[in-house]
């Protein structure tokens, strides 16, 4: 079997490059990427699914600041294909936690090598029984984005150094800013680190139509589409949008569907 492909994640920059150098010495470890937080930690697994090769387990730190390592838990259970998660952590007071969403094991802090020798057995022998169900690598098939029930994940955002999750229903538009997109809700908007191509992917299930290069927006949302002398656009909310042209015939067919169903 290939070494496992392996995430660790620990916002203490000594206690990560432990944990790494441990990893590193098991030869059932193949690939090891490392992330200071929960955040910076669903980008790696995302960039690893959409390179296609995706992450087997995550060693997982709980204290830790914006994420923390419960919070992302409880979302990487509901990946469909969902990599193993081993606990890290100096605390013993989180493990019904982990019962909870059935991680793979909890390893107290500091870390013993034969503690983690038995954490990396047990993942092995998960990582063997995804391979026997027919697929050649522990994944999240079909996507990252979708919970057991097909329906796409929220997104974590972090308001005054609380997280929550903004659901694709709460949205009305989605805004790309570079590496990020803003997502516009009828109460405010959230910046999220993720490309809006990334984005319209995640959420392709959810009612979202791709309107112009910088814009993803809900169907249900759109009020009015606007044709002027060439120029299209769509109002959404109070904002008018811009629709480009090649996506100008496949946004009124959708209307239009949309409309019949209604009537």
């Not at 983690?116 to 996507?143: C, K, Q």
């Not at 919970?147 to 805004?175: D, I, W």
Request: aromatic content about 4%.
């Amino acid at each position: 079997m290939v070494g496992l492909r392996v995430l660790a994640v620990d916002d203490e920059a000594p206690a990560l490059d432990d944990l790494v150098h441990l990893l590193r010495a098991d030869p059932r470890i193949g690939e090891i990427h490392t992330a200071r937080d929960g955040a910076a930690a669903l980008r790696k697994l995302d960039r690893a699914l959409a390179e296609g090769r995706p992450i087997a387990a995550v060693f997982l730190d709980i204290r830790m600041p914006g994420i923390d390592g419960t919070v992302l838990g409880r979302v990487l259970a509901q990946f469909a294909r969902a990599p193993q998660i081993v606990y890290v952590t100096a605390y013993e007071g989180h493990a019904v936690d982990a019962f909870e969403i059935k991680a793979t094991d909890y390893i107290l802090k500091p870390v013993r090598p034969e503690r983690l020798n038995e954490a990396i057995r047990r993942v092995t022998e998960a990582a063997e029984d995804w391979m026997d169900d027919g697929s050649s690598a522990p994944s999240t098939a079909a996507s990252p984005s979708s919970t057991p029930s097909g329906e796409p994940e929220p997104m974590p955002v972090e308001l005054g150094g609380v997280t929550r999750f903004v659901t694709p229903a709460e949205v009305l538009y989605v805004e790309a800013q570079g590496d990020y997109a803003r997502l516009h809700t009828s109460g405010g908007s959230h910046l999220v680190r993720i490309p809006l191509a990334a984005l319209n992917e995640r959420w392709s299930g959810a009612g979202f139509v791709r309107v112009h290069r910088s814009h993803l927006v809900a169907l249900s949302a759109i009020k009015e589409l606007r044709l002027d002398s060439g120029r299209c656009t769509v109002l959404v909310g109070g904002t008018e949008l811009p629709v480009s042209r090649r996506h100008v015939r496949e946004l009124r067919d959708l209307l239009v569907r949309r409309a019949r169903r209604s009537s």
